[in-house]
Structure formats: structure tokens, C-alpha cells
């Protein structure tokens, strides 16, 4: 009982959803890069390029995201409200474009790429992100005005936007983001206090839609018929990727066969350093090592949905809320992935797997949470007394008060 007290007073200190963001993201991201380039050596070898080739662009990208994250964290709460429209007008129109022959490039069956010489890009990632912030925006706006208890300023224009969101995304067959476009909205729909019947509505609209793009795509039909399988000749080798995620988790036992000692990313499993970088985390590090980054994923969700419960600006609450509901949806999916107990979507692990275009709006996503967690009163006024140069004085105070203790210790056994 003294060890739950001692928790949740911790838990309820002003500063504590600001660092356990800061914390457990960067944890992950530095752990991310480890597995990326762990994982990609073989790929990268299969391909004729230096063993470190995919580690080297992640890190660029982790560079660049970690400006990004810093900048959003210092940005004041209005400078993110009026980057909404014009960050929702860029993805729409790059989203538009990646359907342009010439400029749109294919990968994997989906043609959701834009190629821009040495590197690419994927703007539905960042529709994520616009999608986030455009929705918060209008709906605290029209929650400042006592809008929201009317369904049709419910749902209008946010359902619409969505709606074409979506089927931008779905033209070019990228399910696993629209899944994910998904679930932002119906997070940002439960924040803005939808009725059960609406929500149902939408929900149902949504089943009904995703269950037709499912059956009239053989490929979609073949991840579903995967669900629990353990041969990986079933299906015509359809199941190949998901049976051998299996398999590098169940080798990999409680520690792990060591960093860098995986079987599987020989070849044997696709995608080893974007989808399914779980697998091989799972392999190398073993249980433990999928279960730390588990937990930090959940600290990450918590204190996301601390920082949106306590907040008094409905803005701050609604995109608080839908980053957590993006990274942590997100997550889920491509853990329940890997695991077989979901289809494969095709989605990275946010902040973890190879890919820049999902990490540099995933870390500016993380800094709007910072922002926000810096933003509280409390957080603002604890802050504030520590001053400039409060980590170094607290350190010579610990330095002074260790030297007493053993010159202390030192005057008494003489």
C-alpha cells in the first residue's frame, strides 16, 4: 500500500507526463535505431550496399526529427493551430499527386510514394499528422462556440475531410494508414463527447466500407485467411512473412539470442527492419526486450492521456488526444501483427521501424505532447522555479552531500 502511495504521488507531480514522454519516446527511438541497423545488414548486403546503408538514412532522419521534436515543443499552442490548414492543404495535394504518373511511385502493391531522387516520401504519413491538428483546431472551435451538442456540426466537415483523406489512401491501396486515419477520428469523435449513436453510425459506416475493400481484394483476403496460421507453404505462400515472425519470436526465449544474432533476417523474413522489426527485436532481445518496449509504449499512452485529461483548453485536450490514439492504435496494429492475432496491415512501429516519412511526423507529433505537458500551470509554474542551471546545482548539492556523508562515516570508524 506505501509502494502504490509513493507511485501515484509521483504520478501526480506536475512534471511527471513531461518526462515520461520525453523519456520513453527518445527510449524507443534510440532502441529503434539499434534493432534498424541490427535488422537491415543482411538486407542491405542482398542489395550490393554498404552493411550500415538503412541505419545511416535512419539516423539522418532521427537527426532531423529531433530538430522537428524540439521545435514543436517550443512552439506556443497557436503556432500549432495555425499550421492545421496549411499542413491538411499540403498533404491533400501531395497525397493527390502521388496518383500522377511519373511522380508516384509503387512499392510493395501500394502506390502511396513520391520519389525525390536519393530519398522518398510518403505524404499519408503526414496526413496523420494534418489530420490530428485540423481536427482539434475545428473542433474546439466549434466546441468554443456550444456547437457540438448538434450532430450535423458533429460530423461536418470533419467526416467529410476524413472521408476524402481516405480515399486518397485507399486509391493508391494502402490500408494499414487508412485503418490508422480511422481510429484518429473516431478518437477525436469519443473526445468531442459523440453520442453512442452516432459514434455507432460512423463506426458502422466505417465496418461496412473496410469489409468491402477486404473482400474485393484478394490480397486483403489472403492476410485475414493467415490469422493463426503456422505453415508457411499455406496459402500459396501467402502467409510466409507472418509464420516467420512467429518463429523469430519463439526462438528468441526469455534474453534473446543476442543483438545482431538473428536467423530469421537472413533471408527468411520480409521486411525484417520495417514491419516486422518486432520479430527480430523479439528474436535478439527476447522476451524481455519486447516487453520493455511494450511498457514503454504504454508509458507513452498514459501519460498522453494524462496530459489530455487535465488540460483546460479544449484544443490542447482534442490533439493531445488524437497523437495518443495515432501512436498508440498505431502500435497495436503492428504488434498484433507480428504476434498473428491481427491481419497484416502493413504499418510501421511508430518511432521504432526504418522509415522516414513515418518517424519525422511521428517526433513532431511526440513534440506537440511536450508542448502540451509544458504548457499545464502546474507544469509552467515548477518550471519556472527551477531556473536556468537547476540540473547543475542540484548535482553539487548531491556531490556535497555525498562527501559529508563519508567524511561522516570516515571521523567514526576512527
Known amino acids: 500500500m506505501r509502494l502504490y502511495s509513493r507511485i501515484r504521488r509521483a504520478w501526480d507531480r506536475p512534471l511527471t507526463a513531461y518526462y515520461v514522454i520525453l523519456g520513453s519516446s527518445l527510449l524507443i527511438a534510440v532502441l529503434g535505431l539499434v534493432m534498424v541497423y541490427s535488422a537491415s545488414v543482411i538486407t542491405a548486403l542482398g542489395y550490393s550496399l554498404p ?8 539516423l539522418t532522419a532521427a537527426v532531423i526529427g529531433t530538430v522537428l521534436l524540439v521545435a514543436a515543443s517550443r512552439m506556443p499552442v497557436k503556432l500549432h493551430r495555425a499550421l492545421a490548414y496549411p499542413l491538411l492543404a499540403g498533404s491533400i495535394f501531395l497525397m493527390a499527386l502521388v496518383q500522377v504518373p511519373g511522380i508516384g511511385r509503387e512499392i510493395n502493391g501500394n502506390q502511396n510514394w513520391i520519389s525525390l531522387g536519393v ?18 483546431d475545428l473542433i474546439a472551435r466549434k466546441h468554443d462556440k456550444r456547437l457540438l451538442t448538434q450532430w450535423k456540426h458533429m460530423l461536418v466537415p470533419l467526416v467529410p475531410v476524413v472521408f476524402l483523406l481516405l480515399g486518397l489512401i485507399m486509391i493508391g491501396g494502402d490500408m494499414g494508414t487508412a485503418i490508422i486515419l480511422t ?30 475493400l477486404i473482400k474485393t481484394s484478394p490480397n486483403r483476403m489472403g492476410r485475414f485467411a493467415c490469422l493463426g496460421a503456422t505453415d508457411p507453404t499455406a496459402h500459396e505462400g501467402a502467409c510466409w512473412q507472418g509464420v516467420h515472425g512467429l518463429y523469430a519470436l519463439a526462438s528468441g526465449g526469455f534474453f534473446g539470442s ?70 498508440t492504435a498505431q502500435a497495436v496494429i503492428n504488434v498484433g501483427a507480428v504476434l498473428g492475432l491481427l491481419p497484416i496491415a502493413g504499418v510501421p512501429l511508430p518511432l521504432f521501424s526504418y522509415g522516414g516519412s513515418a518517424l519525422l511526423p511521428t517526433m513532431f507529433a511526440i513534440g506537440l505532447l511536450i508542448a502540451f ?20 546545482k542540484k548535482a553539487v548539492v548531491r556531490w556535497n552531500t555525498m562527501r559529508r556523508r563519508v567524511s561522516a562515516r570516515s571521523s567514526g570508524e576512527r
Open 258 to 327: 543476442g543483438l545482431g544474432a538473428s536467423v530469421e533476417k537472413w533471408g527468411q523474413l520480409p521486411e525484417a527492419h520495417t514491419d516486422f522489426i518486432f520479430a527480430v527485436t523479439g528474436e535478439e532481445l527476447g522476451l524481455a526486450g519486447t516487453l520493455s518496449v511494450l511498457a514503454l509504449f504504454a508509458a507513452l499512452g498514459c501519460a498522453g492521456i494524462r496530459v489530455a485529461g487535465r488540460t483546460e483548453d479544449p484544443f490542447v485536450r482534442y490533439a493531445a488526444g488524437g497523437v495518443t490514439t495515432w501512436i
Open 119 to 136: 530519398f522518398q516520401i510518403q505524404p499519408s504519413e503526414f496526413g496523420k499528422l494534418a489530420l490530428v491538428l485540423w481536427g482539434a
Open 51 to 58: 552493411p550500415s546503408y538503412f541505419f545511416r538514412k535512419q
Open 183 to 212: 481510429a484518429i477520428l473516431f478518437g477525436l469523435l469519443w473526445l468531442a463527447g459523440a453520442p453512442t449513436r452516432l459514434f455507432a453510425g460512423v463506426f458502422s459506416i466505417a465496418a461496412i466500407l473496410g469489409v468491402i
Open 373 to 392: 505537458a509544458r504548457a499545464d500551470p502546474a507544469a509552467r509554474t515548477a518550471l519556472a522555479r527551477r531556473g536556468p542551471g537547476y540540473g547543475r
